[in-house]
């Protein structure tokens, strides 16, 4: 990618904790990548806001100048989570999905993968999920009309072929870099065969028009019967595409095959810009209690370097937190220790 090719002089990085734990994860995130030193270059962080609170605070939940900081000055960002209502409330609109569209982050990876209890034996569930980040429902084009039976709402479900075919071309890479190459296209065209038709003809084209996908082998499977597949053996995903509703309840499925939503990672990817942001949500009833799992943020931070080829530094943060999961001394309550987030925070820095 362009944006891994780059000579940085220095590192600036965006740091959106936005909403509930994220203003306890991120800061996490922040300490394991200062932990790694001169692996990185010279970094800047740039505290910037977003989420439910900043719209209740300043009547907008992404400010103009998160945005300009984001596009004129950083390299990348990470981002904790967001609280948004779950009803219509006037002048919101969630941050985050705004942020993937406006930094064109098409592609939201998210590896779900088991610490096994020995270094040397493979882990159990090891799999990509790659949402395509900026359309499908997420248009969120609603209405609701009064009609003689009542109220009608109707969403838009938008599929286009050129998302479509960038978000396969970043699935058929990943699969490409990974030793059993394969990868499978998720739809459910039986019913919508308009829309997750095309997503799955322009996915699976990528590699005809590509000689260099020739070794990834192609399978596809019907979004219900891959949670189904998922549960009963996960060993049999390498990395799964799908559409951004799809991926987004595939991925949380997925991350109770790895012991908690709190140790998912991912990144926001586009051509020149990358955001790491946990899987989780903001997890209001545990927010401020020092107990949030540090360690999808964490791991996140590691994503977001790897994607921009600072392989050593994000090995290093992996190490550690593969290190500390394994030890079992220092798991938060949601994988059945007792560990405050800042102790699971030291634990990885001493181990970076
Ligand atoms: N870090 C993931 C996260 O914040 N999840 C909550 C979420 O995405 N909520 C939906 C939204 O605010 O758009």
Redesign the pocket.
């Known amino acids: 990618r362009s944006m891994a090719t780059l000579a940085r002089q220095k590192l600036s990085i965006g740091l959106i904790p936005?909403d509930g734990i994220?203003k306890e994860v991120i800061p996490a995130a922040r300490t394991a990548i200062e932990a790694v030193g001169s692996d990185i270059p010279k970094t800047e962080f740039i505290d910037l806001e977003a989420g439910w609170e900043t719209f209740l605070r300043v009547g907008n939940a992404l400010p103009d100048r998160t945005v300009e900081i984001l596009k004129n000055d950083c390299n990348c960002a990470l981002?904790?989570?967001?609280?948004?209502p779950s009803r219509k409330v006037a002048g919101y609109s969630?941050p985050?999905?705004a942020l993937r569209k406006v930094l064109d982050l098409y592609a939201n990876v998210r590896p779900v993968l088991s610490v096994s209890p020995n270094p040397d034996t493979p882990p159990a569930v090891d799999l990509i999920v790659v949402r395509e980040n900026t359309e499908c429902l997420y248009v969120k084009q609603e209405e609701l009309k009064i009609t003689e039976n009542g109220k009608e709402a109707r969403a838009t479900r938008l599929i286009t072929e050129l998302a479509s075919r960038r978000i396969g071309k970043m699935a058929f890479d990943l699969a490409l870099a990974r030793p059993r190459e394969h990868l499978t296209v998720i739809h459910k065209s039986n019913v919508l065969s308009v829309t997750d038709g095309l997503f799955r003809e322009t996915v699976r084209s990528v590699a005809e028009l590509d000689a260099k996908y020739k070794d990834v082998t192609i399978a596809e499977q019907l979004v219900d019967s891959a949670v189904y597949r998922l549960f009963r053996e996960p060993q049999i995903y390498d990395v799964m595409v799908a559409p951004n509703l799809y991926g987004d309840i595939l991925s949380d499925a997925a991350a109770a095959l790895v012991g908690s939503l709190g140790v998912v990672p991912s990144v926001n990817a586009g051509d020149s810009f990358v955001m790491g942001?946990?899987?989780?949500?903001?997890a209001p009833d545990i927010e401020g209690k020092n107990i949030a799992n540090p360690v999808a943020s964490i791991r996140s931070a590691a994503l977001m370097l790897r994607h921009m080829d600072y392989i050593k530094a994000a090995d290093r943060i992996d190490a550690a937190v593969d290190s500390v999961v394994r030890e079992k001394q220092y798991l938060t309550p949601d994988l059945g220790g007792s560990a405050k987030t800042s102790e699971v925070v030291d634990a990885i820095v001493k181990r970076i």
């Open positions: 936005a994220g981002f904790g989570s967001v609280s948004s969630s985050i999905v942001e946990p899987v989780h949500g903001s």
